[in-house]
C-alpha cells in the first residue's frame, strides 16, 4: 500500500492532489516501526510452528469453543443464519428425487384431503378477523325434538364474529370441540364442518349416559391460517441448523437445512444416496464439504410476522380461547332404545309369528316357529309352515339375512326324522344362495341345558349332541355361519338352561353381527 502512495507523491510534485502528500509523509512515519513489525510476525510463526502439535492435541470441543468464539465474532458484524428478508419461494420447489407419476398421483391425493379455505385476499385488519369473544356456538335439539340417547348423534352450530360483532362469511377458521363428563372422566373429540360461509357444524357420538358439556375452542382464526401457510411455504428455514467443519486446528460453521438457495454461496450437497432425502450445508470458506464433524439446531428465525400480522397471533384473544354458548352447553343422555319397535300381532306366546320394525335404519325383523313337531301351546294350522317352504318364497338378497335354529323339538324322533327334515332345509338353502349369492344365511348350533331324571328321557343333552353332530355334517361346506351355541354354553360360567341367558344370547347375536358387517364391507 506504501508503495502506491509512494507513487502518487511522485506525481504530486509534479502538481497532483497536496492530500496525497499528506498520505505519504504519514506511510514514511510507519516505515520506521518496519522491522518492529516483522520481528513479531516472525516471532508468532515460531510460537505457532513450536505449538502446532499442543493444539492438535486439543480435544474437538476446545478448539471447536475456540472458533465458535471467532465465528461469534464475525457474526457480531453478520446477520445470524439466513437472511430475515430473503423469502424463501423456489428453492424449495424440488426437494430430493423426482417423484414417480405413482407417487405423484399420491402425493395430489394426499395434498388434497388437507386441503384448507382460504380467506379472501385483502388488507388484514384485525377489526376484521374472527373473534372467539364475539361468535358463538348452540346446541342443536334432538331429532324430531326426542331426548338425547345413547348411540344418538349430537350437533352443535357455530357462528364466527368479527371483533367488531360482525358475522363472517367465508370460512378456514381452525376450531376444536369436545364432548366431556367431568364426573365420569370421559370425552370424545368432536367432527368439524366448515360449511364455508362462517358457520361451522360440530358432530359427537352420544357414547354415554348423563350429564355432558360441549366445548367449542377457536384455535386460530382464518387470516392466522393463511400466514402460517405462508410461512410453512416461504420460509422453511425459520427453524435453522448447522455444522462444524473442523481439519486439525482449523474449524468453521455454516448454516444447513433440507434446502439452500444455491445463489448465495456454494453449496455441499449430503443428499443420501440410497432414499435420495435431500441435506445441504453451505461450503466452508477454507475446509472441504468432507470436513464436517456434526449436526446441530442453529436457532429460531425472528421478526416474521408484520406488525399486522402480530396481533393475529394473541395469547387470551385469539389463540386457543374458548367460544361460549348462546343458551345451555350441556344436555343429558339417556339409556339406548332398543334396535327395534315391536309391533302387535296379538300372536300366541312363543309360537307367534312376531314382526319388529326400525325405521330409523331400515331394518325389519320377522319371527316365524318351523313346521311340526311344535312342543308349544296351540298353534293355528295357518300358521304351520316348514322352513323349507318358507325359503323357497324368500327374494333373498345382500339385504336379507336368515337365521335358522331346528332341533330341540326332535330329540324324541329317531335320527333320521331330523336328517330328512334337514335335508329339505338344506336344499332350500342352496336354492336360495343360488337365485340370490349375497343373501346371509345363519344356522344356530344345540345348547347344554339343565337335565333332571325326568327331563333326560326327553331332552338329555345326548340327544342334542347326536342332533348338533348331524346338522354340522348336513351343512358344512356351504356358504352359512355356524353360531356355535354348544360351546358358548359349554364355555360360559352361567348354568345350563334351555333357553340361554340374555348374557349368552347376546353373545350369540354380536357373533352374527360381526359377520354379518364384515360381509356387508366387503360387498
Same mark, same amino acid.
Given at each position: 500500500?506504501?508503495?502506491?502512495?509512494?507513487?502518487?507523491?511522485?506525481?504530486?510534485?509534479?502538481?497532483?492532489?497536496?492530500?496525497?502528500?499528506?498520505?505519504?509523509?504519514?506511510?514514511?512515519?510507519?516505515?520506521?516501526?518496519?522491522?518492529?513489525?516483522?520481528?513479531?510476525a516472525?516471532?508468532?510463526?515460531?510460537?505457532?510452528?513450536?505449538?502446532?502439535?499442543?493444539?492438535?492435541?486439543?480435544?474437538?470441543?476446545?478448539?471447536?469453543?475456540?472458533?465458535?468464539?471467532?465465528?461469534?465474532?464475525?457474526?457480531?458484524?453478520?446477520?445470524?443464519?439466513?437472511?430475515?428478508?430473503?423469502?424463501?419461494?423456489?428453492?424449495?420447489?424440488?426437494?430430493?428425487?423426482?417423484?414417480?407419476?405413482?407417487?405423484?398421483?399420491?402425493?395430489?391425493?394426499?395434498?388434497?384431503?388437507?386441503?384448507?379455505?382460504?380467506?379472501?385476499?385483502?388488507?388484514?385488519?384485525?377489526?376484521?378477523?374472527?373473534?372467539?369473544?364475539?361468535? =358463538?356456538?348452540? @346446541?342443536?335439539?334432538?331429532? %324430531?325434538?326426542?331426548?338425547?340417547?345413547? &348411540? $344418538?348423534? *349430537?350437533? #352443535? =352450530?357455530?357462528? @364466527?364474529?368479527?371483533?367488531? %360483532?360482525?358475522?363472517k362469511?367465508?370460512? &378456514? $377458521?381452525? *376450531?376444536? #370441540?369436545?364432548?366431556?363428563?367431568p364426573?365420569?372422566?370421559?370425552?370424545?373429540?368432536?367432527?368439524?364442518? $366448515?360449511?364455508?360461509?362462517?358457520?361451522?357444524?360440530?358432530?359427537?357420538?352420544?357414547?354415554?349416559?348423563?350429564?355432558?358439556?360441549?366445548?367449542?375452542?377457536?384455535?386460530h382464526?382464518?387470516?392466522?391460517?393463511?400466514?402460517l401457510?405462508?410461512?410453512?411455504?416461504?420460509?422453511?428455514d425459520r427453524?435453522?441448523?448447522?455444522?462444524?467443519f473442523?481439519?486439525?486446528?482449523?474449524?468453521?460453521?455454516?448454516?444447513?437445512?433440507?434446502?439452500?438457495?444455491?445463489?448465495?454461496?456454494?453449496?455441499?450437497?449430503?443428499t443420501?444416496?440410497?432414499?435420495?432425502?435431500?441435506?445441504?450445508?453451505?461450503?466452508?470458506?477454507?475446509?472441504?464439504?468432507?470436513?464436517?464433524?456434526?449436526?446441530?439446531?442453529?436457532?429460531?428465525?425472528?421478526?416474521?410476522?408484520?406488525?399486522?400480522?402480530?396481533?393475529?397471533?394473541?395469547?387470551?384473544?385469539n389463540?386457543?380461547?374458548?367460544?361460549?354458548?348462546?343458551?345451555?352447553?350441556?344436555?343429558?343422555?339417556?339409556?339406548?332404545?332398543?334396535?327395534?319397535?315391536?309391533?302387535?300381532?296379538?300372536?300366541?306366546?312363543?309360537?307367534?309369528?312376531?314382526?319388529?320394525?326400525?325405521?330409523?335404519?331400515?331394518?325389519?325383523?320377522?319371527?316365524?316357529?318351523?313346521?311340526?313337531p311344535?312342543?308349544?301351546?296351540?298353534?293355528?294350522?295357518?300358521?304351520?309352515r316348514?322352513?323349507?317352504?318358507?325359503?323357497?318364497?324368500?327374494?333373498?338378497?345382500?339385504?336379507?339375512?336368515?337365521?335358522?335354529?331346528?332341533?330341540?323339538?326332535?330329540?324324541?324322533?329317531?335320527?333320521?326324522?331330523?336328517?330328512?327334515?334337514?335335508?329339505?332345509?338344506?336344499?332350500?338353502?342352496?336354492?336360495?344362495?343360488?337365485?340370490?349369492?349375497?343373501?346371509?344365511?345363519?344356522?344356530?348350533?344345540?345348547?347344554?341345558?339343565?337335565?333332571?331324571?325326568?327331563?333326560?328321557?326327553?331332552?338329555?343333552?345326548?340327544?342334542?349332541?347326536?342332533?348338533?353332530?348331524?346338522?354340522?355334517?348336513?351343512?358344512?361346506g356351504?356358504?352359512?355361519?355356524?353360531v356355535d351355541?354348544?360351546e358358548?354354553?359349554?364355555?360360559?360360567?352361567?348354568?345350563?338352561?334351555?333357553?340361554?341367558?340374555?348374557?349368552?344370547?347376546?353373545?350369540?347375536?354380536?357373533?352374527?353381527l360381526?359377520?354379518?358387517?364384515?360381509?356387508?364391507?366387503?360387498?
Amino acid at each position: 500500500m506504501c508503495d502506491t502512495i509512494v507513487m502518487v507523491t511522485a506525481e504530486n510534485e509534479m502538481g497532483l492532489d497536496p492530500g496525497k502528500a499528506r498520505g505519504s509523509n504519514m506511510c514514511r512515519s510507519l516505515s520506521k516501526y518496519a522491522p518492529v513489525f516483522l520481528v513479531l510476525a516472525l516471532s508468532g510463526l515460531i510460537f505457532l510452528i513450536r505449538n502446532i502439535h499442543t493444539l492438535e492435541r486439543l480435544n474437538c470441543q476446545t478448539v471447536s469453543t475456540f472458533y465458535n468464539l471467532q465465528n461469534s465474532l464475525h457474526s457480531a458484524f453478520t446477520p445470524e443464519g439466513p437472511s430475515s428478508l430473503y423469502r424463501n419461494q423456489t428453492y424449495c420447489a424440488h426437494l430430493g428425487q423426482e417423484p414417480s407419476p405413482d407417487e405423484l398421483l399420491e402425493e395430489h391425493y394426499l395434498l388434497d384431503s388437507i386441503s384448507w379455505p382460504e380467506p379472501p385476499a385483502r388488507p388484514i385488519s384485525l377489526s376484521r378477523t374472527s373473534d372467539p369473544a364475539h361468535s =358463538l356456538f348452540a @346446541i342443536l335439539p334432538a331429532e %324430531g325434538g326426542k331426548e338425547w340417547r345413547v &348411540g $344418538d348423534q *349430537l350437533e #352443535a =352450530l357455530v357462528q @364466527i364474529h368479527d371483533f367488531q %360483532g360482525r358475522p363472517k362469511h367465508h370460512g &378456514g $377458521d381452525f *376450531l376444536l #370441540a369436545r364432548l366431556h363428563s367431568p364426573e365420569l372422566g370421559a370425552g370424545v373429540a368432536g367432527q368439524v364442518l $366448515d360449511h364455508r360461509n362462517g358457520f361451522y357444524s360440530a358432530l359427537f357420538p352420544l357414547l354415554w349416559e348423563g350429564t355432558s358439556r360441549v366445548e367449542v375452542t377457536l384455535v386460530h382464526p382464518s387470516e392466522a391460517v393463511a400466514v402460517l401457510r405462508r410461512l410453512r411455504e416461504e420460509r422453511p428455514d425459520r427453524v435453522f441448523f448447522k455444522s462444524l467443519f473442523r481439519s486439525g486446528f482449523l474449524s468453521e460453521t455454516t448454516v444447513c437445512n433440507l434446502c439452500l438457495p444455491a445463489g448465495q454461496q456454494p453449496l455441499c450437497n449430503y443428499t443420501d444416496q440410497r432414499t435420495g432425502e435431500p441435506w445441504y450445508c453451505y461450503k466452508p470458506k477454507l475446509l472441504g464439504c468432507n470436513t464436517r464433524i456434526n449436526h446441530f439446531k442453529g436457532g429460531y428465525q425472528k421478526h416474521l410476522l408484520t406488525n399486522k400480522e402480530a396481533l393475529l397471533f394473541q395469547s387470551g384473544v385469539n389463540i386457543k380461547v374458548a367460544i361460549h354458548a348462546s343458551g345451555s352447553n350441556s344436555i343429558t343422555v339417556l339409556p339406548e332404545e332398543k334396535e327395534l319397535k315391536e309391533f302387535n300381532l296379538h300372536s300366541p306366546k312363543n309360537v307367534g309369528p312376531y314382526l319388529a320394525v326400525d325405521s330409523t335404519h331400515n331394518i325389519m325383523l320377522q319371527y316365524r316357529c318351523h313346521g311340526p313337531p311344535i312342543r308349544f301351546s296351540t298353534v293355528a294350522s295357518s300358521e304351520m309352515r316348514y322352513v323349507a317352504n318358507e325359503l323357497d318364497g324368500l327374494s333373498g338378497g345382500p339385504d336379507t339375512v336368515v337365521v335358522l335354529s331346528v332341533w330341540a323339538h326332535f330329540s324324541t324322533f329317531p335320527v333320521e326324522v331330523y336328517i330328512r327334515r334337514l335335508r329339505h332345509i338344506r336344499r332350500a338353502v342352496l336354492r336360495l344362495l343360488d337365485r340370490a349369492p349375497g343373501t346371509k344365511v345363519v344356522v344356530r348350533s344345540a345348547n347344554l341345558q339343565a337335565l333332571d331324571p325326568e327331563v333326560s328321557l326327553y331332552n338329555s343333552d345326548w340327544f342334542s349332541l347326536q342332533l348338533d353332530g348331524v346338522l354340522r355334517a348336513m351343512f358344512k361346506g356351504l356358504d352359512v355361519l355356524l353360531v356355535d351355541a354348544w360351546e358358548m354354553t359349554a364355555a360360559h360360567h352361567l348354568p345350563h338352561a334351555l333357553h340361554p341367558s340374555p348374557t349368552i344370547v347376546k353373545n350369540m347375536i354380536d357373533t352374527m353381527l360381526t359377520h354379518i358387517c364384515s360381509q356387508k364391507k366387503k360387498s
